[in-house]
C-alpha cells in the first residue's frame, strides 16, 4: 500500500509568518496529489490539487504546492497566513493504477497567533 | 453545489448496539467511501464502493459492515459497537475515472460508552 508522510504535526506561527508544510508520498508511479483543509467544525474541503502540467499548483486563499517528482514530494505553502488559516492540513495521494482508494496523511494542526 | 450529507452530526451509542451511519451523495458519483478520523491517526479507510452492491475493504474494516443498495445512498454498520469505535466517521464521493477529487461529508462524531 502507498503510504503518506506528513512530518509536521503542529505548527504555530504568527500572523505574516510565511507557512511551509512537507508531504511526501510512497508510490513511485503516476499519481494525483491533493490538500485538503479542515476549518474547525466544519467538513474537510478541498485546497488544491495536481494532476499534470505545471508543477507548481495554485488553490484557494493564497495557498500553492509544489510536486517535485524526484523527491515524491507535494509541499504546502502560503506566503503570509492569517488567524483564518488556523485549521488542520491533510495530504492526499491517489495513484492512477489503483485508481479508486486516496490515501491520506496524518495531518498538521496550523494554529495562527493573531 | 456538490453535496454529501451524513444522516448524524453526533450519535451516542451503547457497547454492543448495532450502529447505522448512513451517507447521501447528490452529484451521481460512482465511488463512496467510509473512513474513520482520529487525532495523530489521520483518515483511514474502513470501505469503499466503486458501485451499487459493489464494496472493497480498506485499511481498517473489522468490526464494520457497508451496505449500497442504491447509487447514491452508502451505509456503513457498526455490528456490535465498541468504545474503541468511538471516533469521527466520514463519507466521501468521488466520479469515475482517473483525475477527480474526492468531496467530504460533515462527518459523525459517534461515541460508545
Known amino acids: 500500500a502507498q503510504s503518506v508522510s506528513q512530518h509536521n504535526h503542529h505548527v504555530i506561527l504568527s500572523e505574516a509568518a510565511s507557512l511551509e508544510l512537507g508531504c511526501n508520498y510512497s508510490y513511485g508511479g503516476t499519481v494525483n496529489l491533493f490538500w485538503y483543509v479542515q476549518y474547525p467544525g466544519q467538513h474537510l474541503q478541498l485546497l488544491l490539487k495536481y494532476f499534470s502540467g505545471d508543477p507548481l499548483v495554485k488553490g484557494i486563499k493564497g495557498f500553492e504546492a509544489e510536486f517535485i517528482k524526484s523527491k515524491f514530494s507535494f509541499n504546502l505553502r502560503k506566503p503570509s497566513v492569517q488567524w483564518s488559516d488556523t485549521a488542520e492540513y491533510f495530504c492526499a495521494v491517489n495513484s492512477r493504477n489503483t485508481g479508486n482508494q486516496f490515501y491520506f496523511g496524518t495531518g498538521t494542526s496550523l494554529t495562527v497567533i493573531p | 453545489d456538490v453535496k454529501v450529507t451524513q444522516s448524524s452530526r453526533y450519535l451516542v451509542k451503547r457497547t454492543g448496539e448495532k450502529v447505522f451511519l448512513e451517507c447521501v451523495q447528490d452529484?451521481?458519483?460512482?465511488?463512496m467511501f467510509w473512513y474513520r478520523q482520529d487525532p495523530g491517526l489521520g483518515l483511514r479507510l474502513i470501505y469503499f464502493?466503486?458501485?451499487?452492491?459493489?464494496?472493497e475493504k480498506g485499511d481498517i474494516p473489522e468490526g464494520y459492515s457497508v451496505s449500497r443498495e442504491k447509487k447514491e445512498r452508502f451505509s456503513l454498520i457498526l455490528e456490535s459497537a465498541s468504545t474503541n469505535q468511538t471516533s469521527m466517521y466520514l463519507c466521501?464521493?468521488?466520479?469515475?475515472?482517473?483525475?477527480?477529487?474526492?468531496?467530504f461529508g460533515p462527518g459523525t462524531r459517534l461515541t460508545v460508552t
Open positions: 464502493s466503486y458501485d451499487v452492491k459493489m464494496k
Open positions: 452529484m451521481d458519483h460512482e465511488n
Open positions: 466521501a464521493s468521488t466520479a469515475s475515472g482517473r483525475n477527480y477529487e474526492q468531496y
